[in-house]
């Protein structure tokens, strides 16, 4: 018996799946397969009942995998605890983002390095599609994006912690005539031009209103692009509250104003993190996500956002 063979216990008894457990802990199939058959073997006792439905553990199976949790629970304490005996933190943070947030990112990451010198920290913008991709794939340890009930469905052995709730908005110029409503609705869009920034849950938002004959002038993924069609007063653009709350190249602008989508548009959202159940997370990595928390809740306490 062995630690893999335990991971591979409790992510059968999590997906059902043989398959669906391999592909999450990027093994093949055979071999997850007749690693779980050896360990029966081992042990004389049938853990799964298998059938073309999937695999569900026996009586004895679930006991033994509720075991095998507790067991690699442990045994990340004992790796925590061995690594405090050093009086330090060490290690990498890996972090990949969509823009709103990565001034606070920037900034936490650069207190806790004053903190732990020796600690690494690397940190990606880029669109929701590629973050999940990166964190899935293991180059990135957590990934911060905003995100409804469809991705955590979706991508089952990702973990998703909801920071704050947003919805969606638009950015006009205050010279625009769109600038003196209170609401927008969707018979506004028409012969607008609308810049985008380049992200899979925007593209989704924009989907209802493709009745509308609207124009997209263009999607970026920079910042700041976004900020100078806003203030030369030749776009509007429609993305994340949030965003506009926290950007350094959106929210430092007096020339636009944002405003909120009437109903039936007005489109909530969580914004959070996720990670790959699969990997876990090092001490640094969850002490860092610890002041990601209290900073947020210091902000809401601040602005009175909506948690």
Known sequence: MNIEQLKYMVEIARTGSLKEAADNLHVTLPALSQSIKNLEKELNIMLFHRSRRGSVPTDEGQKLVEKANSVLQKLQEFMDEAEAYTNTMNGEIKIATYPGPMEM?????????????????????NSTEYIIEK????????????????????????????????HMVVAVNKDSPLARNKLIKQEMLINQPIVLYNDIYIQEFMKSFSSLPYDILFTTNNVDTIRHTLENNTAINIGFDYAFQTDAGLSRSDKYVVINFAE????????????????GLSRIIREFLKRIHRTIKASDVNNGSKM
């Open 135 to 166: 964190v899935l794939e293991g180059e990135v340890d957590v990934g911060f994006i905003t995100y409804t009930e469809k991705e955590e469905k979706k991508y089952k052995n990702l973990v998703f912690k909801k920071l704050l709730d947003g």
């Open 264 to 279: 039936p548009h007005y489109k909530t959202y969580s914004f959070g993190y996720f990670y790959n159940a699969n990997n």
């Open 105 to 125: 990112l920037v900034g936490l990451i650069s207190d806790i390095k004053c903190e732990y010198p020796s600690i690494k920290a690397s940190i990606y913008e």
